[in-house]
């Protein structure tokens, strides 16, 4: 299945949206390596698998869990922790 991962702050500067492709019956924690391995083809000043081990996923609604089935099709939101004061 095809997911469409929306991308925001730290993850911004590889492009506005990352297609991956999931095995059947994926659940939100199976994002995180295809994500690694999709993002290690472009150069960063910062560690790219601790942040998307830091980062969490939503949809336009809710913070998924870990655990949440996904659908083909699905537009997630990939969110950075943001720090600032």
Known sequence: ???TL???GAF???GRNIEL???DNAKVADLRI???AALAEFSAKFDIA???ESSRFATETEILDEDVALFDGNLI???PP???G
């Open 12 to 14: 911004r500067q590889f």
């Open 82 to 84: 943001v720090s600032g």
């Open 50 to 52: 601790g942040l998307v």
């Open 34 to 36: 295809p994500l690694v």
């Open 6 to 8: 929306q991308t925001f």
């Open 77 to 79: 939101t990939i969110l």
């Open 21 to 23: 492709d999931l095995n």
């Open 1 to 3: 299945m095809q997911i």
